[in-house]
């Protein structure tokens, strides 16, 4: 069974730094590209950014320079390093696994989500 | 970087068809998915590829894709349907993009 379990979640001061990760069970993170998606209070889905199996990172804009993901195959585990926080920063932030076929990709297994809160 | 818009709600009586669309410059040059998201739950992918069921999915939503509007059509409404969808693509220029999501009410 595909399990990713996302910890790491909090309440942190603006400015500060948190580190959330992802545990992966039933298939293999180095086979796979591993994304972070978030959603703030009340509003829709926003890629953060994505891992692919070759170890090439991409980033979404706002947070590109503040964020930083990786993973550690031998913990089959993806991590997102958040740094200067905002206040606009605030939601809740899902570990995504894709499969990608016909040159697109899809999401095809979520994890449940960890809550960041970003308030002074 | 490419822009993917919904409509922000869509109202259907149970037992009718809901449709909601997806609107992006020649979407239809690339594969489109849907996700259904529940009030305190993770997304789940109801359409990948334009119009590919996964398992578990009922055969009551169907997916197209043309020119520059994406569907998702649910057949039968029922109560059970209630969420938010978001559709999503896959363009190498902005990695993944998600639509602003559409909150499908049953009446």
């Known amino acids: 069974e595909v399990q990713l379990v996302e910890t790491g979640g909090g309440l942190i001061q603006p400015g500060g730094s948190l580190r959330l990760s992802c545990a992966v069970s039933g298939f293999s993170i180095n086979y796979n590209y591993m994304s972070w998606v978030r959603q703030a209070p009340g509003k829709g889905l926003q890629w953060l950014s994505v891992?692919?199996?070759?170890?090439?990172?991409y980033y979404e804009d706002s947070v590109r320079g503040r964020f930083t993901i990786s993973r550690d195959d031998s913990k089959n585990t993806v991590f997102l390093q958040m740094n200067s926080l905002r206040a606009e920063d605030t939601a809740v932030y899902y570990c995504?696994?894709?499969?990608?076929?016909?040159?697109?990709?899809?999401?095809?297994?979520w994890g449940q989500g960890t809550l960041v809160s970003v308030s002074s | 970087s490419y822009v993917l818009t919904q409509p922000p709600s869509v109202s259907v009586a149970p037992g009718r068809t809901a449709t909601i669309t997806c609107g992006g410059n020649n979407i239809g040059n690339k594969g489109v998915h849907w996700y259904q998201q529940k009030p305190g739950q993770a997304p789940v992918l109801v359409i990948n590829s334009d119009s590919d069921r996964p398992s578990g999915i009922p055969e009551r939503f169907s997916g197209a894709n043309s020119g520059n509007t994406a569907t998702l059509t649910i057949s039968r409404v029922e109560g059970g349907d209630e969420a938010d969808y978001y559709c999503q693509v896959w363009d190498f220029g902005s990695d993944v993009v998600f639509g602003g999501g559409t909150k499908l009410t049953v009446l």
């Open positions: 995504a696994s894709h499969y990608c076929t016909s040159g697109s990709c899809y999401f095809d297994n």
């Open positions: 891992i692919y199996s070759g170890g090439s990172t």
